[in-house]
């Protein structure tokens, strides 16, 4: 079993609503990320955070918001979705950023914008 | 060039087959390289790291070459249960960034 938790691992929103998708790691990885998953297609990372911080925003739209409020939670605030924003949404964790460090994801919140 | 070439899929092979997956990559700079696998609907797993010198784990054995900048993974022996999507995974950046970027996957059916 994955020792990343997300939630919901189901989620149906409506494009003027706000939700939030959680993830929680207790490995004590400082290394957390959000991809973002289309059918058929390989995950694309969204952000990265690294001892709480983030590192890396690739060009995400601004109707994401991350936030890590500690160094094993992660969430993802949604606001004013587009239905191509459809999609499983990924965390995943890492021990660190360095070589060789091996990430491990959870289960996914497929996401459904209406 | 893509960051991350996967050989174009779908593999389709006889159980007890020997499959082999290649994988390019575009930054020479990367030091970090993985396989994983992804079932459909479920999330990626780490299937293996790759090594310099590569590395074997029963029927699964990956290679790493740096100077033609190409990753491999070896099935002997294919079960069933190895059909799935696997995925070559390369840190672009290396060293602090953890950009993990993903390869478009390889879709293995192993059939009866």
């Known amino acids: 079993d994955t020792e990343v938790t997300q939630t919901p691992k189901h989620l149906v929103m409506g494009m003027t609503n706000k939700k939030s998708l959680k993830c929680e790691q207790h490995m004590g990885h400082r290394a957390m990320y959000w991809y973002k998953q289309k059918a058929k297609k390989p995950p694309e990372l969204m952000f990265v955070?690294?001892?709480?911080?983030?590192?890396i925003n690739e060009s995400v739209p601004s109707r994401f918001s991350p936030e890590c409020p500690n160094s094993s939670l992660l969430n993802l605030h949604l606001h004013a979705l587009q239905p191509e924003d459809s999609a499983l949404y990924l965390c995943?964790?890492?021990?660190?950023?360095?070589?060789?460090?091996?990430?491990?994801f959870g289960q996914g919140t497929r996401l459904t914008v209406v | 060039r893509k960051e991350v070439e996967q050989d174009p899929g779908p593999f389709n092979v006889p159980e007890g087959a020997t499959v082999a997956f290649n994988c390019t990559y575009s930054n020479s700079a990367s030091q970090s390289f993985f396989w994983y696998r992804q079932d459909c609907r479920k999330e990626p797993k780490l299937l293996m790291s790759?090594?310099?010198s590569g590395n074997e784990d029963g029927r699964f054995t990956a290679q790493l070459n740096r100077a033609s900048q190409y990753i491999s993974l070896l099935i002997r022996d294919s079960k069933l249960s190895d059909s799935a999507t696997y995925l070559c995974v390369v840190n672009s950046y290396g060293g602090s960034q953890g950009n993990l970027i993903f390869g478009k996957g390889t879709k293995l059916s192993v059939k009866p």
């Open positions: 790759v090594y310099s």
């Open positions: 995943a964790s890492s021990q660190g950023t360095g070589y060789m460090t091996e990430a491990f």
């Open positions: 955070y690294s001892y709480e911080k983030l590192s």
